[in-house]
């Protein structure tokens, strides 16, 4: 349900108001790092909530910062390749298509995961 509002602001609003103040390199910085920020709040509960990464980072602040860390960049990557996807398709149809893919696959990714480990 946040992938609308979220190419919506991000890949029609914000990256046009970008583009018209700090051009295409100002595009990819800061709107890459934009939404990459935009998902801290998502992530703070990202270790204690998955086992593995858990086990990975630990449980404590060191463990959940770097958790907000990964996600921060992972998402400004995926926020750079949406803002390429943007202007090479000149269409905000492009971006929602392949947002939706991602979020689909980390979806289902998650459900297979879980029932493996639960059955």
Same mark, same amino acid.
């Given at each position: 349900?946040?992938?609308?509002?979220?190419?919506?602001?991000?890949? @029609?609003?914000?990256?046009?108001?970008?583009?018209?103040t700090?051009?295409?390199?100002?595009?990819?910085?800061? @709107? =890459?790092?934009?939404? @990459?920020?935009? #998902?801290?709040?998502? =992530?703070?509960?990202?270790? +204690?909530?998955?086992?593995?990464? =858990?086990?990975?980072?630990?449980?404590?602040?060191?463990?959940?910062? !770097?958790?907000? @860390?990964?996600?921060?960049?992972?998402? +400004?990557?995926?926020? !750079?390749?949406f803002?390429?996807?943007?202007?090479? +398709?000149? =269409?905000?149809?492009?971006?929602?298509?392949? #947002?939706?893919?991602?979020?689909?696959?980390?979806?289902?990714?998650?459900?297979?995961?879980?029932?493996?480990?639960?059955?």
């Amino acid at each position: 349900m946040t992938v609308l509002p979220e190419e919506f602001a991000f890949r @029609g609003v914000l990256q046009g108001a970008l583009e018209r103040t700090f051009g295409t390199r100002g595009v990819f910085v800061v @709107g =890459s790092i934009a939404f @990459g920020l935009w #998902h801290v709040t998502t =992530s703070l509960g990202l270790t +204690s909530g998955n086992a593995g990464l =858990s086990e990975l980072l630990g449980t404590g602040l060191g463990g959940q910062l !770097a958790g907000i @860390g990964l996600a921060v960049a992972a998402t +400004s990557v995926a926020g !750079a390749g949406f803002i390429w996807f943007r202007r090479r +398709s000149r =269409s905000l149809l492009a971006p929602i298509g392949l #947002h939706w893919a991602f979020n689909a696959v980390g979806a289902l990714a998650a459900a297979l995961t879980w029932r493996a480990l639960a059955g």
